[in-house]
């Protein structure tokens, strides 16, 4: 069995997972989005002392797997530099006091396998990935083989809805709550700019839609937001199907999934299927339990990076920070 650690944000997970069978065999995930709410964010330094308390807790409860555990993995980047320290000093404790090799893994490589927990793995795949730190389209041929082809220039799709959840005074985070709110609204009341109509670039943009649903926002009052949160659903979302169709012209899907936390929103879902379909390609999503952060995607990665004997020595490991947040 492989035991993984995720902290590289506001979640302190803890997986086990069978390396025979890809089996979940625990998985135990301390969110700390009420903490963070009041702020409209994440804090990192916050986030850092109750993973400090958190993770402890929940690797207690691992004890009864310990014997048979011959790896420890954790993520090691991208994400803050406070927060995933604290699961890779947990994560040297551990190698030491099992006398385990260790694993770094890349939470990107994590959300995309996330497709695969409890799974053999499937390529190749683009992959759209949507979270609160990274917009992404990637190929991915196979797990070292994976690459970016178009990303975000400023925001991310996520930080974009926790963004607009904010200056409604919605808390964080604001993808569930801000998809909720829009189910009620009128899609097409607010016109909304579709980001990078015009530019031939394989990209993606999310700060001017913010600031224009931030101009609406400080126009209307609070019974025009679920239409705000409708046109802004809308708008953003068409944006990811509008760059994607372009790509498609040259570069026909043959597996496609949506991975990421903002992965479970399920209008970007059906428009995603929709756009699909003239390609009969198959579309792949995670369990909505694992698209948000988690430790079992950790743990299905490192039990592909244990079979090809990709560890890392103990003063190799360190974090590689993410600078924007
Ligand atoms: O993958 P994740 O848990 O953390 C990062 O790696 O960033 O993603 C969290 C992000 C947040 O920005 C959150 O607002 C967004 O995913 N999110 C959503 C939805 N659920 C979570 N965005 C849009 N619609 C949702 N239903
Ligand atoms: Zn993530």
Redesign the pocket.
């Known amino acids: 069995m492989v035991l993984s650690i995720e902290s590289?944000?506001d979640?302190s997970a803890i997986a086990v997972t069978e390396i025979a069978t890809n089996k979940l065999v625990f998985h135990k995930k301390i969110s700390q989005e009420i903490e963070h709410s009041v702020y409209g964010g994440v804090v990192p330094e916050l986030a850092a002392r109750l993973h400090a308390e958190a993770l402890p807790k929940i690797l207690e409860q691992c004890e009864p797997y310990f014997k048979k555990i011959k790896a420890v993995a954790v993520t090691t980047s991208p994400?803050l530099a406070v927060t995933l320290i604290e699961g890779v000093t947990l994560a040297k404790a551990v190698s030491v006091a099992l006398d385990i090799p260790l694993i770094a893994v890349n939470?990107l490589t994590g959300?995309i396998y996330s497709l695969f927990i409890e799974k053999e793995t499937l390529f190749p795949l683009t992959v759209l990935l949507?979270?609160?730190?990274?917009t992404q389209v990637m190929e991915v041929r196979s797990l070292t083989d994976i690459a970016t082809v178009a990303k975000s220039m400023d925001d991310?799709?996520?930080?974009s809805?926790?963004k607009v959840?904010k200056m409604m005074g919605l808390g964080?985070?604001?993808?569930?709550v801000?998809?909720k709110l829009a189910k009620e609204g009128d899609r097409k009341r607010y016109d909304f700019t579709v980001p990078l109509l015009r530019t031939p670039k394989f990209a993606f943009s999310y700060s001017g839609l913010k600031n224009a649903v931030r101009l609406a926002v400080e126009k209307s009052e609070s019974e025009d937001y679920k239409d705000i949160a409708a046109s802004f659903e809308y708008t953003a979302s068409k944006h990811l199907v509008h760059k994607l169709k372009k790509y498609f012209q040259t570069n026909p899907p043959k597996n496609f999934a949506i991975v990421?936390?903002?992965s479970?929103?399920?209008y970007?879902r059906g428009e995603i299927k929709k756009l699909l379909q003239p390609y009969n390609a198959q579309l792949l999503l995670s369990d909505l339990e694992y698209?948000?952060?988690n430790a079992a995607m950790i743990g299905r990665v490192a039990v592909d990076m244990y079979k090809q004997g990709m560890f890392t020595s103990l003063e190799e490991v360190s974090v590689a920070a993410r600078v924007k947040m």
Do not use: K, M, Q, T
């Open positions: 590289s944000c979640d994400g939470h959300h949507v979270s609160g730190g990274h991310s799709f996520g930080e809805f926790d959840a964080y985070p604001g993808g569930p801000i998809e990421g936390g903002a479970a929103n399920l970007l698209c948000s952060d």
